[in-house]
């Protein structure tokens, strides 16, 4: 979660194993360093072990490992835009499954249930090439069951359905549940490792047609739900094979992010920004009181 401490509100970071979290955090803790985009580093940053690892593992040409399921760590960034408004950002890394169990148990632990309630807004992560398509309940009507076979009868609900479930959950215990369309908590999404995609899309248009179902419902329970693809690394690594290219020109060089008019840019600091932009705060010059 990243909670950005605007009259003590928060942005809930939610992303589920393998879809590149710990390496947009890393990729962006450095950015926020160099401070070349709509964000950067106004302070002391705390806590920053799990993103300096991966770092390390970038600097070398190769992609960092999978963070442990029992992992939460928040690291704290002090951040200003260029018109000085001011945020702390509590960015995560956790374990991904995390998420998964919430939604197979239908269970937020209480840990999550306050990271929800403070949260203004909420950035979903979602790797389309990890998302299963199949059918489902939903795209098979129950009358198809009647002669399948006894061992073919389970059909579990597609990941566009997991992830309805999800939302639909975070609504509910964010005290949010009787309100349409929602305001808050904004929502952003991004489309993870776009590279891989090989589109040449606008966001929205490819989140569409890959899981309708999920864009429908945030269309229809959202105000205005934004959708930017992100490639953290700008390319694949390996975790054991070097990449050189990455190593001459350095990690920084790598990366960037397709915006909503489907025109990119490299500054990862971007769908931060527009989300602090979204929470229409405009406190410049102030950093709010905690
Ligand atoms: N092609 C490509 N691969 C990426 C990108 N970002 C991350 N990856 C790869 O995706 C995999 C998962 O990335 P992580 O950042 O470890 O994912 P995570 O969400 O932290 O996963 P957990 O730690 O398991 O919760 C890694 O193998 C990365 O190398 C990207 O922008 N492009
Ligand atoms: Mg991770």
């Known amino acids: 979660m990243i909670r950005v401490s605007l009259s003590g509100d928060s942005i809930l970071l939610l992303g ?12 962006l803790l450095r950015r926020l360093t160099n401070g070349d985009g709509a964000l950067r580093m106004d302070g002391h940053a705390t806590n920053l072990d799990p993103f300096e690892a991966a770092l390390a593992s970038l600097d070398e040409g190769m992609a960092a490992g999978h963070t442990a399921t029992t992992t939460y760590v928040d690291s704290l960034w002090p951040v200003r835009d260029a018109a000085g408004r001011r945020a702390d950002l509590v960015w995560p890394d ?15 632990q209480n840990a999550w249930l306050a ?32 002669d399948a076979s006894a061992e073919n009868r389970e059909i579990p609900i597609s990941d566009q ?7 639909q959950m975070l609504i509910y215990v964010a005290g949010a549940g009787g309100r349409r369309p929602l305001d808050r908590p904004r929502l952003g999404m991004l489309l993870t490792c776009w590279d891989e995609l090989g589109l040449d899309l ?11 179902m999920l864009w429908e419902f945030l269309r229809s329970t ?34 960037y992010v397709v915006q909503p008019d489907g025109n990119r840019s490299t500054d990862l600091t971007l769908p931060i920004h527009l989300l602090l932009d979204s929470l229409g705060q405009r406190q410049s010059g102030q950093r709010a009181p905690e």
């Open 16 to 27: 589920e194993s393998g879809v590149g979290k710990t390496h947009y955090g890393a990729q």
């Open 94 to 108: 956790y374990g991904g499954e995390q998420i998964r169990t919430m939604i197979s148990s239908r269970r937020v």
């Open 115 to 146: 990271r929800v309630r403070n949260a203004r807004a909420w950035l979903l992560l979602i790797r389309l090439q990890q998302t299963r398509t199949d059918d489902d309940i939903f795209s098979r009507p129950l009358v198809c069951l009647r």
């Open 161 to 167: 359905a997991r992830l309805i479930e999800l939302l």
């Open 202 to 212: 606008a966001p929205t248009v490819a989140l569409e047609a890959r899981l309708p």
């Open 222 to 255: 959202w105000h205005t739900p934004f959708v930017m693809g992100l490639s953290a690394l700008g390319r694949s690594l390996s975790p054991e094979r070097q990449d050189d290219e990455y190593v001459a020109r350095g990690a920084e060089h790598f990366g």
